[in-house]
């Protein structure tokens, strides 16, 4: 309906902007369609495709401007297409009503944990790790989170981020070229998963498409633009 557009749209564009600079935009994009009253598993299909189109052009910029270093971050999309392409699957499983329980229980738990990182951008430690067991880390966190991206979703973006500027010790650069490579293919692969199964509103789908690449276009320009 008009409403569900009016509601869903605004707010895509503000996930977009905010997913593109510290991620965690399905945090606001995912209420947004349940919300407006669009079944679950719709709603993660048809969020699955917004943010999918979004990310891909916050994931092009970076990569135009040299933040992501395809040499490593070819194994991470691999891992994370195995591991959305399971997550996805797995929610395909589970009912609308348990999965909307879990979301009562999972989302205010994620929207605390993404809130109270005070040192998203502190740099000091980056590099102080051997490259193996850098990699070695990064490679497990395509996996991991991944997997969460296809399944559920939200905070995807700042859990990579989290994970690699404070365990992989990556630079803030870095980390967000790789995160958002990493979050394109696993939005791809549960894309895909999601199409096969018919779960997705392409009228809605491609109204909010349009909102995340505004937003993501902005946010990744003003992570560039000012770090």
């Known amino acids: 309906t008009i409403l569900q557009f009016i509601i869903v749209c605004p707010m895509v564009f503000l996930a977009g902007f905010v997913d593109a600079i510290a991620g965690g935009g399905g945090l606001i994009s995912l209420p947004a369609y349940l919300i407006a009253g669009v079944p679950t598993h719709m709603a993660l299909g048809t969020n699955k495709m917004s943010s999918m189109m979004g990310t891909a052009i916050a994931t092009g910029r970076f990569a135009k401007n040299g933040y992501i270093q395809f040499k490593k971050v070819v194994w991470f999309i691999v891992a994370a297409l195995i591991g959305s392409s399971i997550g996805s699957n797995l929610t395909l499983l589970v009912s609308d009503k348990i999965l909307q329980y879990m979301m009562i229980v999972i989302l205010p738990i994620v929207a605390f944990y993404v809130m109270r990182n005070k040192k998203m951008g502190d740099d000091s430690l980056a590099g102080t790790l051997p490259e193996r067991k850098s990699f070695l880390i990064a490679l497990a966190s395509a996996l991991i989170i991944g997997s969460y991206d296809g399944f559920y979703g939200p905070g995807t973006g700042t859990f990579l981020l989290l994970v690699l500027t404070g365990a992989a010790r990556y630079t803030m650069k870095e980390a967000a070229g790789t995160t ?17 199964h018919g779960k997705i ?27």
Request: with cysteine; proline share 0%.
């Open 180 to 196: 958002k490579a990493i979050n394109l293919s696993s939005n791809v692969a549960a894309f895909v998963t999601f199409v096969i």
């Open 201 to 227: 509103i392409y009228t809605l789908g491609l109204a909010t498409a349009i909102c995340s690449i505004l937003g993501n276009y902005i946010g990744s320009g003003l992570v560039m633009g000012n770090g």
